[in-house]
């Protein structure tokens, strides 16, 4: 047995006072005491000689108390509302509230906490919890707390523009001991399941669907925008691609799309439509600025109808080289048409290790095998985490596209990268990889190095092909590409995390700033995955609504009728 508006110790603290309380009231009556008097003189001598109420007499009304104190202790109980027990083996509940885009639309929210309060009164107090599905699974109301804690935790709550984490809690229910053996999830909402998920379950976890919801209503959304190279080969542009979804009787024109760049409409840009529901911005200059895509007509979600993308800023630099080292360097900084070789005013060197060329300036350095341990040894700035720096260093390098094996045989010995924190950023790289004999100058990855290592050297920003709540960044590459989410982490996070809701993503030093999109096909279609059996508690075995306070209730009603027809009869004073 367990109540759905108090805790066992209030009812049994409120069970106590009424019984006070009627002792009380059953001391504290009229008692009528008949007195003669030989005139009406003496009657108010007499009335105060016996007062019509007496305080602390002799407690005769034994029965009378009794059954006063059983119809209030019924419907002291009613109040309480006394729920039976799951006879369907103790099952435990995780109510999941949906707060993920997916209900978005208006009244979508209010629907699902009414329904999910209605289902919450009906499950044993100790058996059940209950999570909330934004952009994190966040529990709003523990086993054996209040249920009247639900209403007040829920105030303010609101759908986040983020894709429903619900699959992480089931991976959560089907790690061993996390749950009791016998679990129930219970979706509020139109957070999707996939199939796969389901079929990982372990034996005694079951995943049920909340019914009543309304169908959605035609929606049309943004569900891809990112960057790519630009076709006609310029270095200081990139190409863009946006892609839309529609359901109903919505369209995916180009035309639906509205274009801003810093708050202010595009123009002067080609935009080519790429059926049958996308577009490509060509050339549009890597200036930087914030690029906006806007659906303005209303529809069903709002949180899709709109995609934000940093464009990068691509400027030249001025590199100067040793005159110690050979040509093959120049070579390469006049392959890259972002670099420019300046002997006056640099912004970065490349010079022999132990050379005073370029003073203080972030430099790429070339030492001897004999004084250098490591093929490649990064200094970088700041206070980051070796682990992660080294990291960082490796992609913004571009070392991770090297043949480091290729290069180990043929230098005969290990090669191996370090990195260490200073005050500059400096790369030390072995000398004789400049030697035709190793063909690393040869190979396609050496232009793409020198590449690398000069923008990041000269601290220029990461660029992301895109950014999207619950994806990880596409890989960093001069090639921004489209191919979809990669394998690595988004660089601002410092680890290997997705963006966990639409909106900006702030470095760790808070210096830079980038948008997140939603752009997600399953909110913008409405996707469900695989179709969930409906829960009702009912079904579950439960007592339905008030339907034990409504018995109580009823018998303390009859037991009142008792108590009148048997004042009536002169049973009881």
Not at 430 to 435: C, H, I, N, Q, S
Not at 443 to 460: D, N, Y
Not at 536 to 553: D, K, N, Q, V
Request: hydrophobic share 50%; charged share 20%.
């Amino acid at each position: 047995m367990n109540f759905a508006n108090l805790s066992l110790p209030w009812l049994l603290a409120g069970a106590a006072a009424l019984a006070g309380l009627l002792y009380v009231l059953q001391q504290l009556r009229i008692r009528y005491t008949e007195v003669a008097v030989p005139t009406a003189m003496f009657w108010r001598e007499a009335a105060r000689d016996a007062p019509v109420r007496v305080f602390r007499r002799r407690f005769r009304h034994w029965l009378a108390y009794l059954l006063s104190l059983l119809i209030c202790w019924l419907l002291w109980l009613g109040l309480a509302e006394p729920r039976v027990e799951d006879p369907e083996g103790g099952q435990y509940h995780v109510l999941f509230l949906d707060g993920s885009a997916h209900m978005s639309a208006p009244g979508d929210l209010d629907q699902a906490i009414r329904r999910l309060r209605d289902d919450l009164r009906n499950l044993p107090q100790d058996r059940r919890e209950v999570i909330w599905g934004g952009a994190w699974n966040l529990k709003l109301l523990n086993a054996g707390e209040e249920s009247l804690l639900f209403d007040r935790r829920v105030v303010g709550l609101a759908p986040e523009g983020a894709p429903s984490a619900v699959e992480e809690q089931i991976d959560l229910l089907a790690l061993p001991g996390a749950y009791p053996e016998a679990v129930r999830l219970v979706i509020y909402g139109r957070a999707p399941v996939g199939g796969g998920t389901l079929e990982e379950l372990r034996e005694g976890v079951q995943v049920h669907r909340a019914a009543g919801f309304d169908e959605p209503g035609a929606n049309r959304g943004i569900v891809a925008m990112g960057l790519g190279t630009a076709a006609s080969g310029r270095w200081d542009a990139v190409d863009v691609l946006i892609r839309m979804a529609a359901t109903g009787d919505l369209s995916t024109l180009p035309g639906d799309v509205q274009l801003s760049l810093d708050g202010s409409p595009v123009t002067g840009i080609a935009i080519e439509a790429v059926p049958p529901d996308g577009l490509v911005l060509r050339d549009v200059p890597s200036a930087g600025g914030l690029l906006e895509a806007r659906i303005a007509a209303a529809d069903t979600l709002s949180a899709d109808d709109s995609a934000q993308l940093q464009l990068p800023e691509r400027r030249e630099l001025k590199v100067a080289v040793s005159s110690l080292l050979g040509a093959v360097l120049m070579e390469a900084v006049e392959a890259d048409p972002g670099l420019v070789l300046a002997a006056d005013e640099p912004e970065l060197v490349f010079r022999r290790a132990g050379e005073s060329f370029g003073g203080d300036l972030p430099a790429l350095e070339f030492a001897p095998m004999n004084e250098q341990v490591n093929a490649f040894e990064i200094q970088y700035a700041g206070d980051l985490d070796a682990e992660l720096a080294l990291r960082d260093s490796l992609r913004g390098l571009g070392l991770h596209l090297i043949d480091g094996a290729g290069l180990a045989v043929e230098a005969g010995r290990p090669v191996g990268v370090q990195a260490s924190a200073g005050e500059n950023r400096n790369v030390s790289v072995w000398l004789e990889l400049l030697d035709e004999r190793y063909n690393f100058t040869a190979s396609r990855a050496f232009p793409l190095f020198i590449s690398r290592a000069s923008r990041w050297l000269a601290e220029e920003n990461p660029v992301y092909a895109y950014l999207a709540a619950g994806r990880l960044a596409a890989e960093e590459s001069p090639d921004f590409a489209l191919a979809g989410p990669g394998i690595s982490a988004t660089r601002l996070l410092g680890a290997d995390l997705a963006p966990a809701r639409a909106g900006f993503l702030e470095s760790p030093n808070a210096e830079l700033a980038y948008p997140v999109s939603l752009l997600s096909t399953a909110v913008t279609t409405g996707q469900v995955g695989v179709e969930l059996p409906a829960f009702a508690p009912t079904a579950a075995g439960l007592a339905g609504p008030s339907l034990l306070a409504l018995l109580l209730i009823l018998a303390a009603l009859a037991l009142l009728a008792f108590e009148w027809y048997a004042y009536q009869r002169g049973m009881m004073p």
